[in-house]
């Protein structure tokens, strides 16, 4: 099946400083990941469209220079954290979109961000 | 926009039974309709899909059904074991939206021993 990872797994940073975190599709390109958040108990919260080659479409009231996204190649996606602060704690997740196969969206394991 | 409805938020059941899980949905243009399992600390696993051209479609002990008419879709799990106590998401997405999902809030399946 397609697998999507993510790294890393787990981080803990100090206020203000910025954090990168990878995602991965290792077995099939992905021309469109997904970036979400999602607060304990709570659903996933869409934060962005990556698309390969292009800028990353936002949600509404998600902060493009806070959460910068860059879609490099077919298989890799990253989201930068920039002066994180603890409020910005939380799981990110991304998932990769498997064209060609009637839109199938495949999900990475998750990084948890604590900012102290 | 999309809006998903998931029921009930929490659902306990004894090992062997079944569990229901139902989500409704407000975008007609919706046409594809994922589930997902979330066991805590990890990322959502799709476990059944099913597209608007179809009413039913199963995969062992695990069904889904779509009434199109009334916008709701409903996960099915028989036979109930313990290892399938997770959150439970339902999704929809529209052929226009390039892929982007709508989420229902979540289901807590507890199968007890």
Redesign the interface.
């Known amino acids: 099946g397609a697998v999507?990872s993510?790294h890393p797994s787990r981080v803990i940073c100090k206020s203000g400083t910025s954090v990168k975190i990878e995602c991965r599709s290792l077995d099939f390109q992905a021309t469109?990941m997904?970036w979400y958040r999602q607060f304990p108990k709570?659903?996933?919260m869409?934060m962005a469209?990556s698309n390969e080659g292009s800028k990353a479409t936002y949600e509404q009231g998600v902060e493009k220079d806070k959460f910068l996204i860059n879609h490099a190649s077919l298989t890799l996606s990253t989201l930068t954290v920039t002066s994180a602060h603890p409020e910005d704690s939380s799981f990110y997740?991304c998932?990769a979109?498997l064209?060609g196969a009637?839109?199938?969206?495949?999900?990475?394991?998750?990084t948890?961000l604590t900012v102290l | 926009g999309e809006n998903v409805e998931q029921h009930p938020s929490t659902l306990s059941v004894q090992e062997g039974d079944s569990a229901v899980i139902k989500c409704t949905y407000s975008d007609s243009a919706s046409n594809y309709f994922p589930w997902y399992k979330q066991e805590l600390g990890k990322g959502p696993q799709l476990i059944i899909d099913i597209r608007s051209n179809v009413g039913e479609k199963k995969d062992q002990r695990i069904a889904v059904t779509l009434n199109k008419t009334a916008k709701h879709f409903s996960l099915h799990i028989t036979e109930t074991q313990p290892e399938d106590s997770a959150v439970y998401f339902c999704a929809a997405s529209m052929r226009t939206s390039y892929g982007k999902l709508t989420f229902g809030q979540g289901t807590i399946l507890t199968v007890h021993p």
């Open positions: 999507v993510q469109t997904f709570q659903s996933l869409l469209t997740i998932s979109l064209r009637g839109n199938e969206q495949f999900f990475g394991p998750g948890r």
